[in-house]
């Protein structure tokens, strides 16, 4: 997981953003503030129930842009610019895949997402609400076996709460996914993240947390069902540059297994 630090020490607590936060922590964020990314991200057995494909997926580029655009708001562009599937098996596929898909690998754009994140009710270390909204842009060609080239919109509720040394955040919404092989079809699920974030001394930093999204009707559409992560996290500051790694693994519907992440990122300007 690349990190997007508030990457000056910290002096009004540990709260930062990250790269590979699951829950943006915003309440430190100025306007004016620009953070850029890169990271390289593998998860083994990932599932695409769409094209009936499975393998390990590697994810080069993993881009995060976070642009603050107020005191306490702030936008974001993230997403992996290339994926790689090496794939380990091909059960029957619900679209027309590209003949060369049956090669052993297939690759493809990444979806990318632009999310609004925003705090405006509370104190900076205490608990404090807002709100977190996102799209995730059709980006992905479905004919590539990789993504189901769909347009997706989640609304939640963020939260923020910490003192010095730790914090927790978190948001908890609605996801409005699009069907990928149903017209006029869409699937409301709950989408879900949390992450508590500690700071033990200096620019070390450790974060744990979880994300995912869970259906809520009986008879799921392809394409959209259940998944969920948890994810361990260590950061590294030196000057204005921060590198990070990090473990995951999938517990829910079709997430792959173990996920491993690693990335560098930079405070390109801070605002006053």
């Keep these: 997981m690349v990190v997007l630090a508030s990457l000056v020490a910290p002096k009004t607590g540990v709260a930062q953003l990250s790269r590979g936060s699951l829950a943006q922590p915003v309440g430190d964020v100025r306007r004016g503030d620009v953070f850029l990314g890169l990271g390289l991200r593998h998860e083994s057995n990932a599932r695409f129930p769409l094209s009936g494909l499975a393998g390990d997926l590697t994810s080069y580029a993993?881009?995060?842009?976070?642009?603050?655009?107020?005191?306490?708001?702030?936008?974001?562009?993230?997403?992996p610019v290339q994926q790689v599937l090496s794939i380990d098996t091909a059960g029957p596929s619900s679209v027309p895949l590209r003949p060369d898909v049956s090669?052993?690998?297939?690759?493809d754009a990444g979806d990318f997402?632009?999310?609004?994140?925003?705090?405006?009710?509370?104190?900076?270390?205490?608990l404090s609400f807002g709100g977190h909204v996102f799209v995730k842009l059709p980006n992905t060609n479905e004919t590539r076996g990789i993504g189901p080239n769909t347009t997706d919109v989640t609304i939640a509720t963020l939260w923020s709460w910490g003192a010095r040394?730790?914090?927790?955040?978190?948001?908890?919404?609605?996801?409005i996914l699009e069907a990928p092989t149903q017209a006029f079809e869409?699937?409301?699920?709950?989408?879900?993240?949390?992450?508590?974030?500690?700071?033990?001394?200096?620019?070390?930093r450790l974060a744990f947390g979880a994300k995912g999204r869970a259906s809520t009707r009986g008879t799921v559409p392809?394409?959209?069902?259940?998944?969920?992560?948890?994810?361990?996290?260590?950061?590294?500051?030196?000057?204005?540059t921060v590198f990070d790694l990090a473990?995951?693994?999938?517990?829910?519907?079709?997430?792959?297994?173990?996920?491993?992440?690693a990335g560098v990122s930079w405070l390109l300007a801070r605002g006053q």
Excluded at 186 to 204: H, I
Aim: glycine content about 18%; cysteine-free.
């Design 62 to 79: 993993d881009l995060r842009v976070a642009v603050g655009i107020g005191d306490r708001a702030l936008f974001e562009v993230r997403g």
């Design 103 to 107: 090669d052993g690998t297939t690759s």
């Design 113 to 126: 997402e632009l999310a609004f994140s925003f705090l405006p009710v509370g104190s900076r270390q205490g």
């Design 165 to 175: 040394r730790w914090r927790a955040t978190g948001w908890l919404g609605v996801g």
């Design 186 to 204: 869409q699937n409301d699920v709950v989408a879900y993240a949390v992450e508590w974030l500690w700071n033990p001394v200096g620019r070390t």
């Design 222 to 240: 392809l394409g959209t069902e259940d998944l969920g992560e948890v994810r361990a996290r260590a950061e590294w500051g030196a000057g204005s």
């Design 247 to 261: 473990i995951g693994h999938g517990y829910a519907g079709n997430s792959g297994d173990w996920i491993v992440e």
